[in-house]
T-cell receptor, first 117, second 110 residues
C-alpha cells in the first residue's frame, strides 16, 4: 500500500505525559501537512513542511507541540506535557507540489486519535 | 484566506441528485476551489477541484459561476454510502495554510 500511513492509530495517555505521532507520506511527495480535528469540527491546520523545511505553523501550535521532518521523508509530531484539551484526531496529509500552482489533491492518512485522561 | 460558508447539514434520498453550495465571496484571482469528503474516523478524501465554469469527474461535478463567489458540488444519484461530511476549500498557490470549514453533513436516507 502506498498511501499515507500514521502511527499509532490510537493513543491513550495521562495528562502531563509526552506523546509522539509518526506520519509516513506517499513517497516522493514533497509537501506534508499536520491537522488536528475534534468531534464535529473540520480539520484545523497545524503546520506543513516543504521537503524537510517547516514553512508555516499555526498559532494553534503552542510551544508544547513540535514537528519534524528529517530528510524530507517521514514526519513526527510531538506533544509535550499533554493536556485534556489536546484530545483530538491528528491527521497527516501529503501532496506533490509543483511550482506555485494550487496545492491540488491532499492525500490524508487515517489519523492518530489521542485521548488524554 | 478566503472564508467559505456551507450549509451545516442536508438530507437526501437514495437515487436523487444532491447539490451542495459553498459561498466564498472573497475568493482571490489565483484561488482554486476544492471539495473533500470525510467519513467518520477517516481522513478527508479529495473529490474534485476547479477554477471556473464546470468540472466533471467520475464521482461528481463542480459548477462555478462567472463571478466565482460561490460553487456547487453536484453528486448524481446518491447512495447510502455517500453519507459523509463534505468540505469546500478555497486556496491559491500562495496560501499554503489550507483551511477547512465546518463542512456540510450529508445524510442519505433509504
Amino acid at each position: 500500500d502506498t498511501g499515507v500511513s500514521q502511527n499509532p492509530r490510537h493513543k491513550i495517555t495521562k495528562r502531563g505525559q509526552n506523546v509522539t505521532f509518526r506520519c509516513d507520506p506517499i513517497s516522493e511527495h514533497n509537501r506534508l501537512y499536520w491537522y488536528r480535528q475534534t468531534l464535529g469540527q473540520g480539520p484545523e491546520f497545524l503546520t506543513y513542511f516543504q521537503n524537510e523545511a517547516q514553512l508555516e505553523k499555526s498559532r494553534l501550535l503552542s510551544d508544547r507541540f513540535s514537528a519534524e521532518r528529517p530528510k524530507g521523508s517521514f514526519s513526527t509530531l510531538e506533544i509535550q506535557r499533554t493536556e485534556q484539551g489536546d484530545s483530538a484526531m491528528y491527521l497527516c496529509a501529503s501532496t506533490l507540489q509543483r511550482g506555485f500552482s494550487t496545492t491540488g489533491e491532499l492525500f490524508f492518512g487515517e489519523g492518530s486519535r489521542l485521548t488524554v485522561l | 484566506l478566503a472564508k467559505t460558508t456551507q450549509p451545516i447539514s442536508m438530507d437526501s434520498y437514495e437515487g436523487q441528485e444532491v447539490n451542495i453550495t459553498c459561498s466564498h465571496n472573497n475568493i482571490a484571482t489565483n484561488d482554486y476551489i476544492t471539495w473533500y469528503q470525510q467519513f467518520p474516523s477517516q481522513g478527508p478524501r479529495f473529490i474534485i477541484q476547479g477554477y471556473k465554469t464546470k468540472v466533471t469527474n467520475e464521482v461528481a461535478s463542480l459548477f462555478i459561476p462567472a463571478d466565482r463567489k460561490s460553487s456547487t458540488l453536484s453528486l448524481p444519484r446518491v447512495s447510502l454510502s455517500d453519507t459523509a461530511v463534505y468540505y469546500c476549500l478555497v486556496e491559491g498557490g500562495s496560501a499554503r495554510q489550507l483551511t477547512f470549514g465546518s463542512g456540510t453533513q450529508l445524510t442519505v436516507l433509504p
